[in-house]
């Protein structure tokens, strides 16, 4: 799930801790930083010349825009990256500028294309090439039965609006300023997987612009090898998705809980939690968020898709909380509880570890959160239910066995992000050394430890092939990118 879920659910969000995606305002600064050299990502070189943004520009419904210009806005949510600049911003209208755009790009320039801006290294803005913005494609139609098509453009808090009005639901995270793209294509954990598994898992097709300038559709019939990569290959190494269609769910009635512990019970909570919530039926979902400090403290918190009655019966398997919070939900009223005000930009550094099975001393892991800053967060969220349904290579998420993924954030303005990715890369690689060398995609880090097995374990190699395939010059390549 998206950053601001984990932190609402766990009783932070819209209190003096809020933090993450769209949490709690950073103080304003002077302007845009650069990334710092130790952390910005280097865009891979290209053989041709510079592209002609005149002739590009001639070709697009959309609009270009070029550095001096009052269009020229290409910052992400992450401030961190403000540095990374790009050549030019397509700001496309149509599928066919999106071709466009590759074209007149294609081995002269970085290509990347931009959702909700919200990679976590900054990716979807291609330092000195061009980026592909999808925010005007951005419908979403509700389609006779149950399904949706939703532009790539579109962020999840309107998807979550349109879809709620029809008494429907799509599975996805909950920061309503996420793109729609990243998400699914990195997997998509939510606050609905258990019951209902990963975004990813509703996806029935995507158009997509390849890297000749084809639209083509991938689907279980069409174009199969690149619909197996879409589900879980990540943003960004196969084409330019324009469009969804995905199945959807009845909106489900739910019931969202928050638990606070005192400092000191930290260890405790997380022990008992991970026997719990892989105990736990599919329809209850929850995430541990343990908070760094001279003593870490932590809070779990959740969803049910059931009564209060019900919830309180299985909360009873946890350690007494110091603070209790239970409150039943329609489907809108829990979007827009896990949802919080929000806000447009957080600077963070971030990383990620899957957790395979129960960590066998929870106090080692709660001890890599000692004496760091408290706006440092390590994030249990649980996985198994619906989401290990699915065999780890019917799709390119190959997480599916796991009991829950763990995201290390540590909020921090831009100018100190060099010393807090230090900071957090120390947790990241001490989580490592309990749970594996394992990590999720859409929390990609530039400075991950073996990065390309960690995200996609076995499937790498058919990953590889897809890459091969439908982009043997490498034309949407990045410096993570799968070949």
Not at 446 to 472: H, I, S, T
């Amino acid at each position: 799930m998206d950053r601001r879920g984990f932190l609402k659910v766990a009783g932070l969000a819209g209190t003096g801790a809020a933090l993450a995606a769209c949490g709690a305002t950073p103080p304003p600064g002077p302007g845009p930083s650069p990334a710092p050299s130790s952390l910005a990502p280097s865009s891979p070189a290209v053989p041709g010349g510079p592209p002609d943004w005149a002739a590009l520009r001639s070709r697009l419904a959309g609009r270009l825009a070029l550095p001096g210009g009052d269009d020229f806005a290409y910052q992400g949510f992450n401030p961190v990256w403000d540095g990374r600049k790009p050549a030019a911003v397509a700001r496309v209208a149509s599928p066919a500028d999106v071709q466009a755009c590759v074209e007149a790009v294609r081995l002269r320039a970085p290509v990347a294309a931009r959702s909700g801006g919200h990679s976590y290294a900054g990716y979807s803005t291609p330092e000195n090439g061009l980026q592909v913005d999808l925010r005007d494609l951005a419908a979403v139609e509700v389609l006779p039965g149950d399904q949706v098509r939703i532009g790539a453009g579109a962020a999840l808090g309107e998807v979550s609006r349109v879809l709620a009005a029809s008494g429907r639901c799509l599975p996805t995270g909950t920061c309503p300023s996420v793109g729609v793209a990243g998400l699914t294509l990195g997997g998509g954990i939510g606050v609905l997987a258990r019951k209902y598994g990963l975004t990813c898992d509703h996806l029935v097709s995507a158009q997509v612009v390849t890297a000749d300038g084809r639209l083509v559709t991938a689907s279980a019939q069409q174009e199969p090898d690149l619909f197996w990569a879409l589900r879980g290959g990540g943003g960004g190494n196969f084409g330019i998705v324009t469009e969804f269609v995905f199945s959807t769910v009845p909106a489900p009635e739910v019931t969202v809980f928050s638990l606070e512990y005192p400092a000191g019970a930290t260890a405790d909570v997380l022990g008992a939690w991970q026997t719990w919530i892989a105990r736990a039926p599919n329809e209850l979902w929850s995430n541990v968020n343990v908070r760094g400090g001279a003593q870490p403290t932590c809070r779990v918190g959740g969803c049910f898709a059931g009564s209060a009655g019900a919830l309180s019966s299985l909360l009873s398997g946890l350690p007494a909380a110091a603070n209790r919070f239970v409150q039943p939900q329609s489907y809108s009223g829990a979007v827009q509880y896990f949802a919080g005000t929000g806000v447009q930009h957080e600077s963070f550094v971030a990383s990620s570890r899957i957790v395979r099975e129960p960590i066998s001393d929870p106090a080692r892991a709660v001890a890599l959160m000692n004496g760091q800053s408290d706006e440092s967060y390590l994030i249990f969220d649980g996985l198994g239910g619906a989401v290990a349904d699915v065999a780890p290579d019917a799709t390119a998420f190959p997480h599916r066995a796991a009991l829950a993924s763990a995201q290390v954030y540590f909020k921090t303005p831009p100018a100190g992000a060099t010393e807090a990715a230090r900071a957090m890369g120390r947790v990241r690689d001490g989580l490592g050394a309990l749970v594996g060398d394992t990590g999720y995609v859409n929390y990609i880090d530039p400075q991950m430890p073996r990065w390309a097995e960690a995200y996609y374990g076995g499937n790498l190699g058919r990953l590889r092939e897809v890459a091969a395939k439908y982009d043997p010059d490498e034309v949407f390549a990045f410096a993570q990118s799968v070949r």
